[in-house]
């Protein structure tokens, strides 16, 4: 199945830019917190994430580029066997698949271009029939 779960934009100023994408295109973050946030699209998710944030969740590294794009899958189990299968197909393994700090399971590789790609299961976010990522609904909502 074809599947973009998440855009990750690296952001320096996290307050402006939740600022600038309400004003521009009236967007209202999902999910809000200290290095990140979350806006729920149409099939995808957005996230916007300072440098320092990256770092630490990502590959420990300096950011790469402007974006990193991610592939959620509804297992660990299916994360190793989608590292593996990019692996044999020409990617450059960049961060074995781990158990991570917001209680996910992810690994990155970077494609032939060097473009960064996660592949990640996160257990609270719903993957529905036709493969579209959710974010869960909002505590008293």
Same mark, same amino acid.
């Given at each position: 199945?074809?599947?973009?779960?998440?855009?990750?934009?690296?952001?320096?100023?996290?307050?402006?830019?939740?600022?600038?994408?309400?004003?521009?295109?009236?967007?209202?973050?999902?999910?809000?917190?200290?290095?990140?946030?979350?806006?729920?699209?149409?099939?995808?998710?957005?996230?916007?994430?300072?440098?320092?944030?990256?770092?630490?969740?990502?590959?420990?590294?300096?950011?790469?580029? !402007?974006?990193?794009?991610?592939?959620?899958?509804?297992?660990?189990?299916?994360?190793?066997?989608?590292?593996?299968?990019?692996?044999?197909?020409?990617?450059?393994?960049?961060?074995? !698949?781990?158990?991570?700090?917001?209680?996910?399971?992810?690994?990155?590789?970077?494609? !032939?271009?060097?473009?960064?790609?996660?592949?990640?299961h996160n257990p609270d976010w719903?993957?529905?029939?036709?493969?579209?990522?959710?974010?869960?609904?909002?505590?008293?909502?």
């Amino acid at each position: 199945m074809q599947r973009l779960s998440l855009i990750s934009l690296i952001v320096d100023d996290l307050p402006g830019a939740i600022t600038f994408y309400g004003d521009a295109f009236g967007w209202k973050p999902h999910t809000r917190h200290d290095s990140l946030v979350f806006y729920q699209g149409n099939g995808f998710v957005l996230g916007l994430m300072t440098p320092s944030g990256w770092e630490e969740e990502a590959t420990g590294q300096p950011r790469p580029g !402007p974006a990193c794009v991610a592939i959620n899958l509804p297992s660990p189990e299916e994360v190793d066997t989608a590292v593996a299968q990019a692996v044999s197909a020409g990617a450059t393994l960049v961060k074995d !698949p781990v158990t991570v700090s917001w209680g996910g399971y992810s690994g990155y590789v970077t494609d !032939p271009w060097n473009n960064l790609i996660e592949i990640a299961h996160n257990p609270d976010w719903p993957i529905t029939a036709d493969g579209r990522t959710l974010l869960p609904p909002l505590e008293g909502s």
